[in-house]
């Protein structure tokens, strides 16, 4: 069963371009989470959406934005990218239970913001 | 400011000593989940705990997850230098996962 896959791998971004990232989680999973990790604020949650529907959100600025597809998978876009927007951002994978889930990541997309 | 706080930050100890990697909260969490991450990948999922009290094993890993099910811990018996990584707990409330700043684990052979 293939895992969660995440495109592109890396992304070299300029200050003030906009960028997309995609995630195509495990088949059967409608439960897709994003999140940002950095060597100083570590793993924060960005948002999670189950059947195209965000049901949580964390504390980022407007210029994160997500999106589900029917299909589950999800992108992620961040607007006018500031350096510190440089970051691996994972996506995570789920069945999307309310009380208990196993989240499966994929390998990240490692974005640079020059 | 971390929802949990992971102690030791650093970890390094030889081939075939033992470790044990804390998780405290103030916050309840419905469940409770450890992940090994190596540089450059994703968090790989290791174990969840649900149940206040729970202990699970997994070969030479121990999980325990608090009474109060605000905190849990990790133990490693005999650590071998593949056992190397960033350990990271989340707790899972309200459709998302927050997690601790890691610890990292150095087994030196």
């Known amino acids: 069963k293939a895992g969660v896959t995440q495109t592109p791998r890396y992304l070299i971004k300029t200050r003030g371009q906009q960028v997309t990232l995609s995630c195509s989680p495990i088949?059967?999973?409608?439960?897709v989470s994003w999140y940002q990790q950095t060597p100083g604020q570590g793993l924060q949650f960005l948002f999670e959406y189950f059947s195209e529907t965000q049901r949580n959100k964390g504390n980022f600025p407007g210029r994160f934005s997500g999106r589900q597809f029917s299909n589950s998978r999800s992108e992620m876009n961040v607007s006018t990218l500031e350096l510190g927007d440089s970051a691996l951002y994972l996506c995570?994978?789920?069945?999307?239970?309310?009380?208990?889930?196993?989240?499966?990541f994929g390998q990240g997309t490692r974005l640079t913001v020059v | 400011t971390q929802l949990l706080e992971q102690s030791p930050q650093f970890l390094s100890i030889q081939e075939g000593e033992n470790l044990t990697v804390y998780c405290n909260s103030s916050s309840v969490f419905s469940s409770l989940q450890w992940y090994r991450q190596e540089p450059g990948e994703g968090p790989v999922l290791l174990v969840t705990v649900v149940t206040g009290g729970e202990v699970k094993k997994l070969k030479r890993l121990t999980f325990q997850f608090g009474d109060a099910r605000k905190d849990s811990s990790l133990h490693i018996t005999a650590a071998q230098p593949g056992d190397t990584g960033l350990y990271l707990c989340a707790g899972f409330n309200d459709y998302k996962l927050s997690f601790g700043a890691g610890t990292t684990v150095t087994v030196r052979a």
């Open positions: 995570a994978s789920s069945w999307g239970g309310v009380m208990n889930t196993e989240a499966f």
């Open positions: 088949s059967g999973h409608r439960s």
